[in-house]
């Protein structure tokens, strides 16, 4: 049994790996640093409304978010603003071209993740073994 569950959990720990592998190589393909993919992703699923919010999405702190926000608002990405009601509370929001990098970006995770699951589970371990191993 405990030999099972040490099993488990490097298969998940070469699963984290490899996810994290595909972020940078994503995030280079859209010339955007992984934060900043994380960012335009939560924002196009979760769209929080608020700064503070997306805070507890991505795990950051504000200062953290606040940079992340700043070089995505240069891309022309995101835009924030004042909240209508709460002039203490800065809302953000994707704009068109932010809107469809996050599209792109997420289609071509997708199709990514498409490929690698279609595999066998042998080959596909296999296969991920490979990436995470590719480049060392």
């Known amino acids: 049994m405990v030999r099972t569950n040490v099993l488990t959990g490097a298969e998940l720990l070469r699963l984290t790996l490899l996810c994290r592998k595909i972020d940078k190589q994503l995030a280079t393909s859209a010339s955007l640093s992984v934060d900043e ?5 939560v ?3 979760e769209r929080p409304t608020c700064v503070k919010k997306l805070n ?6 504000a200062p953290r978010t606040s940079k992340i926000l700043r070089s995505l608002e240069r ?3 995101v835009v ?6 709460d002039r203490r509370m800065e809302q953000v929001s994707l704009t068109e071209d932010g809107q469809r ?3 792109t970006v997420l289609s ?3 199709d990514a993740v498409r490929k690698l699951f279609s595999l066998h589970p042998e080959e596909g371990t296999l296969q991920l073994t490979k990436l995470m191993h590719a480049g060392d």
Request: aromatic content about 6%.
């Open 80 to 85: 924030r603003s004042l909240h209508l009601i």
């Open 56 to 61: 507890e999405l991505l795990g950051h702190s």
């Open 43 to 45: 924002l196009y699923l």
């Open 108 to 110: 071509v995770s997708s």
């Open 37 to 41: 993919l994380h960012c335009l992703g």
């Open 101 to 103: 990098a996050a599209e």
């Open 75 to 77: 891309r022309g990405y």
